[in-house]
């Protein structure tokens, strides 16, 4: 029986009608002979052995969902092809390649619904699973799990050659392949939305759970990748693409020799923004991320947390041979390198930017930077970060430059930077390199001194503030700048020497001479001149930092308590003299009360009686009975002439009456 679907002529694409396995046909290859292109399939629960040859438009729909619905190869090659320009789907499924391919898609467009896509081996051609080669395909809300591509096949599950691929909600999980534990994408335009990657392997080479290699645009989102292992890029490998972004995903407890959680080699203007990398591990290099020869690459808004680069450099993120690439806004915490760069290191870059981030508690065992490391970089700029308890075994606690021209270090907070064994430059250390430092707080550093400029280095400096160096603020034959400030507090708002970075507040407190005393030729970024010392001034500043939060129209930088409009500079203080917690008439004008006896409130009536407090009521006695009238009020501390306490009479106008007068008929 064949069923008519109403509005069909409305919707993109709908099968027109529908037949039934087994209603009217005995098996779906039998209704896939029997019915027209364009109509539907729909199969009753059960297990349904069949290889499926789709060459024509249809939906294929399982009636009661993929728990309960089982298409299982019968033995051939493959158990579901879909070619010939076919437009077809395939929804509710468990489809088991039976130790076969599981299914190919050539010259077709494919789309998988909710279905479980297991039990498949590969042919050999790529796909442990499920191959396209020059098609569209669409999968959305299913899973793959239990195949087998093999250490010699690319793409554990699934393999994409010069196709379209459009991946949804959907799991990949205990995928191997040579490359590509989960998915090889080669020459395919990839967007992948909400997929979880799980504990995929690729044996010899990239990409432990997706690797996308050549032309095609690759966007991924709001996706999840933990412990998939790999030889470059543990999690996500991403090579010579048109273009790649990562936005919202999350990588956990990947692992490869290069980039732990991700690799991204020979793209122009990768994007990396909002995503999560924690716990992955590099064994050599880049254990959170490594990019390399991706020009004009940003990564941005994104958390780098514990993770570890065994051998070498760059255990948050490693940028490599990048020009003009960016990281802004990021975090950067408990990351370990076995040598340089613990939080970030970079190295042959030219005219690259590492602007407005937290790096903190990174540890190098090594040699170099443990917050950050330089090495062999052109006109790096490193704008508005806060480095805050970054270690190194020998040199450059929080920055260490080496072998590198054209370095500008402006408007950092560098602090707490700590060398545990030998060397120096607590905060920043310079070999071999060309460095111009201005408006940074360098404070805080041990006995390894807060700046040391070493052989062949020239560190020009000027306008920074200097503090609390155990070591001495300026080493290696460095002295302060004319305008430089040493010496003095810098006036924190919320900072304590503990060695976590996360309970601090960094902004400039009332009073700090970070205000207003940076380069006169540098605005903060509101456009007012003279700049502000440390990480919130200077034209890359965050102009939020100093907004006026309670609307009182004192910025934070004045405001004592920028959460309480009526708390300011012009907040008038007044003595509670007799402790009763009412102030009196002595008062005092200043942002902070002048002690502890100082209020808000001058309502005392007696500043000098605990017993006499706030005002009260006085109530009028017009007929002069002893009784007042409630209806006439007058607040004070004492009575005027007219006025009494009692408010209970009954008739104001008339001396007789009263509360308890005794009336006689």
Do not use: K
């Amino acid at each position: 029986m064949r069923t008519f679907v109403v509005l069909a002529l409305l919707l993109p694409y709908q099968a027109a009608y529908a037949v039934n396995v087994p209603g009217d046909y005995p098996t779906i290859s039998a209704a896939l002979a029997a019915i027209p292109p364009g109509d539907a399939i729909d199969v009753e629960p059960g297990t349904w052995i069949d290889d499926l040859a789709i060459v024509q438009d249809v939906d294929i729909r399982a009636v009661s969902g993929a728990r309960d619905t089982f298409l299982v190869g019968a033995g051939g090659p493959v158990a579901v092809t879909v070619s010939g320009g076919a437009i077809a789907s395939l929804s509710g499924f468990t489809v088991d390649g039976n130790g076969a391919m599981g299914m190919t898609v050539t010259a077709a467009t494919m789309t998988i619904d909710d279905s479980i896509l297991t039990g498949g081996v590969s042919d050999g051609g790529g796909g442990g699973y499920l191959r396209a080669t020059g098609s569209t395909l669409t999968v959305r809300r299913s899973e793959f799990v239990g195949n087998f591509g093999g250490g010699f096949v690319n793409g554990g599950h699934l393999a994409s050659l010069s196709s379209t691929l459009l991946v949804e909600d959907s799991v990949f999980r205990g995928g191997t392949a040579a490359e590509g534990g989960a998915v090889y994408a080669l020459t395919s335009a990839v967007t992948l939305t909400s997929v979880d990657f799980d504990g995929n392997l690729a044996s010899s080479g990239r990409g432990g759970a997706v690797l996308a290699d050549g032309a095609g645009d690759v966007a991924i989102s709001g996706s999840w990748f933990f412990g998939n292992t790999a030889v470059n890029g543990g999690g996500l490998h991403i090579n010579a693409t048109t273009s790649a972004s990562v936005i919202g995903s999350i990588f956990v407890a990947n692992q490869a020799a290069f980039g732990g959680g991700a690799q991204i080699t020979g793209v122009s203007l990768p994007m990396v923004d909002s995503s999560i990398f924690v716990g992955n591990t590099g064994t050599t290099s880049g254990g959170g991320i490594l990019v390399s020869l991706s020009p004009d690459g940003v990564i941005q808004n994104s958390w780098f947390d514990s993770n570890a680069s065994e051998a070498l450099n760059g255990a948050g993120i490693y940028l490599e041979t990048s020009d003009r690439a960016e990281v802004r806004g990021s975090t950067l915490y408990g990351n370990i390198a076995g040598m340089d760069g613990a939080g970030i290191y970079v190295n042959l870059c030219t005219d690259a930017v590492v602007d407005g981030n937290l790096i903190c508690s990174n540890t190098s065992l090594g040699n170099d930077g443990g917050g950050m490391a330089v090495e062999f970089a052109n006109n790096l700029q490193i704008l508005n970060n806060i480095m805050v308890a970054n270690a190194v075994f020998e040199d450059g606690g929080s920055i260490n430059i080496t072998d590198s021209t054209g370095v500008v270090v402006r408007n950092n907070d560098l602090l707490e930077g700590t060398i545990t064994a030998v060397g120096g430059g607590g905060n920043l250390r310079a070999r071999g390199a060309t460095v111009a430092m201005t408006n940074n707080l360098v404070a805080y550093a041990g006995a390894s001194g807060g700046v040391l400029q070493d052989s062949g280095a020239v560190i020009t400096h000027d306008y920074n503030l200097f503090f609390s160096n155990v070591g001495g603020d300026l080493l290696g034959g460095l002295t302060p700048g004319l305008n430089d400030i040493t010496g003095t507090d810098p006036l924190l708002t919320l900072y304590s020497v503990d060695g976590d970075c996360l309970n601090d507040d960094y902004r400039p407190g009332i009073g700090s001479l970070l205000l207003a005393n940076g380069d006169p030729a540098l605005p903060n970024s509101d456009g007012l001149f003279p700049s502000d010392i440390g990480a919130f001034g200077g034209p890359n500043g965050d102009l939020r930092w100093d907004e006026d939060a309670d609307l009182d129209g004192d910025p934070a930088s004045i405001d004592c308590d920028d959460g309480d409009a009526a708390i300011n500079d012009a907040t008038e203080w007044f003595l509670d003299g007799d402790g009763d917690g009412l102030g009196g008439p002595t008062s005092s004008i200043v942002c902070v009360p002048p002690g502890v006896d100082w209020g808000l409130t001058s309502a005392d009536c007696d500043d000098a009686d605990a017993l006499v407090g706030l005002p009260v009521d006085w109530y009028q006695d017009g007929d002069g009975d002893g009784f007042g009238d409630p209806g006439v009020i007058q607040n004070g501390c004492a009575p005027v002439s007219g006025f009494i306490a009692d408010n209970t009479d009954c008739d104001d106008a008339n001396p007789i009456a009263f509360p308890g007068q005794i009336w006689y008929a």
